[in-house]
C-alpha cells in the first residue's frame, strides 16, 4: 500500500492502476489519484468499479470520495454519496463525518457542514472546514469542548 500511495504522491499513475490490478485492496487508488490532485479521476474509477459490481464502499472509501467530491466541487456526486453513506452500516463513522463536514463547507453549504458536524459523537471534532469556507466566526458552546457543538459568533 505504501508502494501505491508513492506512486500515486509522485504521479505515476500509470504504475498506480498496474499495481492496484494486483492488489487485494482496492481502495488506495482511489487515495492516490487524490494525492494526486485528480479528484475527477478519483470519482472517474469509482463510478467504475461500482458499476461493475467490483467494489461495495468501506468507511475507507467513503472518506475518500468525499475528499474527491470537495476537491472537484462535485456537489451532486457527493450528496448522492452521502445519502448511501446513511444507509450503509457505516453512518456512525466520525472519520467519515469529518469528510463530509470538509465536503459541504467547501462546497458553500455551512449550514449542512454544521449538521453533519453536531451529529458527530467524537471529541476530536475541529470547526477548521468553517473557516475555509469563509464561516470562521464560530465559538464553541457547551462545557464539554468541542463536543457542545458549534454555533455562530455574531
Given at each position: 500500500?505504501?508502494?501505491?500511495?508513492?506512486?500515486?504522491?509522485?504521479?505515476?499513475l500509470?504504475?498506480?492502476l498496474?499495481l492496484?490490478?494486483?492488489?487485494?485492496?482496492?481502495?488506495?487508488?482511489f487515495?492516490?489519484?487524490?494525492?494526486?490532485?485528480?479528484p475527477?479521476?478519483?470519482l472517474?474509477?469509482?463510478?467504475?468499479?461500482?458499476?461493475?459490481?467490483?467494489l461495495?464502499?468501506?468507511d475507507?472509501?467513503?472518506?475518500?470520495?468525499?475528499?474527491?467530491?470537495a476537491?472537484?466541487?462535485a456537489l451532486?456526486?457527493?450528496?448522492q454519496?452521502?445519502?448511501?453513506?446513511?444507509?450503509?452500516?457505516?453512518?456512525?463513522?466520525?472519520?467519515?463525518?469529518s469528510?463530509?463536514?470538509?465536503f459541504y463547507?467547501?462546497?458553500?453549504?455551512?449550514?449542512?457542514a454544521?449538521?453533519?458536524?453536531?451529529?458527530?459523537?467524537?471529541?476530536?471534532?475541529?470547526p477548521?472546514?468553517?473557516?475555509?469556507?469563509?464561516?470562521?466566526?464560530?465559538?464553541?458552546?457547551?462545557?464539554?469542548?468541542?463536543?457542545?457543538?458549534?454555533?455562530?459568533?455574531?
Open positions: 500500500m505504501t508502494l501505491l500511495y508513492m506512486y500515486g504522491k509522485c504521479g505515476f500509470k504504475d498506480a498496474q492496484f490490478d494486483e492488489m487485494s485492496h482496492r481502495a488506495s487508488i487515495t492516490s489519484h487524490n494525492h494526486a490532485n485528480l475527477q479521476k478519483t472517474f474509477l469509482y463510478s467504475a468499479a461500482a458499476s461493475r459490481g467490483n461495495q464502499p468501506d475507507f472509501i467513503y472518506a475518500t470520495l468525499f475528499n474527491a467530491c476537491g472537484y466541487n451532486k456526486v457527493g450528496e454519496l452521502h445519502a448511501q453513506f446513511i444507509a450503509s452500516s457505516f453512518a456512525d463513522n466520525d472519520v467519515v463525518k469528510s463530509l463536514v470538509d463547507a467547501k462546497c458553500g453549504l455551512p449550514d449542512r454544521r449538521s453533519v458536524f453536531n451529529s458527530s459523537r467524537s471529541y476530536l471534532r475541529t477548521a472546514s468553517f473557516e475555509e469556507c469563509g464561516h470562521g466566526r464560530v465559538k464553541i458552546r457547551g462545557a464539554g469542548g468541542l463536543a457542545g457543538g458549534l454555533e455562530e459568533a455574531w
